[in-house]
């Protein structure tokens, strides 16, 4: 009925105008729900003794449609990600990061009810910790394994889904606005340390796709819940060696979602190019690509300063590339880097994290004060020379007036100070700004 409306809505317009209107539709076809795109053309306008000729020309839309929702709960991901990541690094409290997970679950699942169930390793049961919707009221409450749906994902490590929960032979009572209920188990290693639950007042079915959603939402919510944990621990017994084993964690948890993330998109991308016209569409695929791998490096810069440990055991051109990166996915400004040759003498960790500040610093600079639109990044190592060189194309300043400690320069040249470095900065009005950093005489130690 939808459809029939919205095309004599067009052709009525087309009639009365003469304009070409243009209409998408769907219908529910053996095949599934298909989407069109149909575009009116009036061919003969009426007379006192004909009616109107309009003809309607329509093209099969449903896999645009699939892309761009696609993109949309890929993004949405992306930010759920990403929002997480951050919360752990200011290490919120368990109950409001796992109250955010669950908002994330709703929007991306579009459902009203979720719940997170923690397992209490002392007691052996499923402690309710959050809930929204109907759950709300829940919290605290308990479940043995094996014991309802929730129960059930506990003993199994399996999602369990229910189609109609009135039906379920093991529902449990208390439910009885419940119908579809999803309950994932929440994995760290081989462990089940938790069930994160979806429930519907209407009986629904999921795709695969919305099923591997929520599975990787379990993922995060997983890592979320196993971090806290940890960070409780390590408060009461200052066990900095858990806390850098968790980091090395979260950063492979994280960085293979980002990567599959990125693999999802790659394909929409190439299954759209063989499509016909969907440059719109490939434009926020290739967005959502540049936003995927800035993402990614800047949550692996996060877990840099989470683990300090890891700026040693990182080369000075990789912590240089993923700090790039990070710097297009934020700005959308494109670096272009020159690292040199892959053989590079060693180097004292204590030269490299401060030029890695450096350039750091310079990229900050850059974000918040050029304007620029392209930058380059050159860094060469050569015997006991080191050269690191940040350029920029954006408005650049007068060095004899501009306050050093308003474009940051004063920590600039405090860093290269402290290894003996000789700080140069060329700028002027109009003209970008060359930040570059030499250092002499560089004795052999941990390898950049």
Known sequence: EDAARLIHQAIRQTTASGRSQIVQYSLDLPSGRQWFEGRTALLSPPTDSTPALVVLVARNITRHKQAEET?????????????????????????????????????????SHSVLYVVDPVQNVLVQA???????????????????????????????????????PDRQPGYEWLRTSISVPLHVAEEVVGILGIGFEEVVELSRTQLDLLERLGSLAALALYNTRLFEQTQKLAALEERQRLARDLHDAVSQTLFSTSIIAEMTLRDLRAGGDTVDVRQRVEQLLMLTRGAQAEMRTLLLELRPEALKETSLPDLLRQLCTAFTGRTGIPVALNLGPGNRPPCRNDIKIPLYRIAQEALNNID??????????????????????????????????????????????ERADAIGATLTIDSAPGEGTRVAVRLQGVEEGNSV
């Open 71 to 111: 993109l949309r709960l890929q993004n949405m991901y992306l930010a759920a990600l990403h929002e997480t990541a951050l919360d752990l690094a200011r290490q919120t409290g368990q109950t409001d990061l796992l109250s955010t997970i669950l908002v994330h679950v709703n929007n991306l699942m579009g459902v």
């Open 368 to 413: 918040k004060h050029a304007r620029a639109t392209e930058v380059t990044l050159t860094l060469q190592i050569e015997g006991d020379s080191i050269y690191l060189e940040i350029k920029d194309n954006g408005r650049g300043f007068d060095t004899t007036k501009s306050a050093t400690g308003r474009l940051g320069l004063r920590g600039l040249r």
């Open 130 to 168: 959050v809930g929204l919707g109907r759950y709300a009221s829940d919290t605290g409450a308990r479940s043995r394994r094996g014991e309802g749906a929730s129960g059930r994902a506990w003993e199994s490590g399996q999602m369990v889904y229910v189609a109609d929960y009135q039906t379920y």
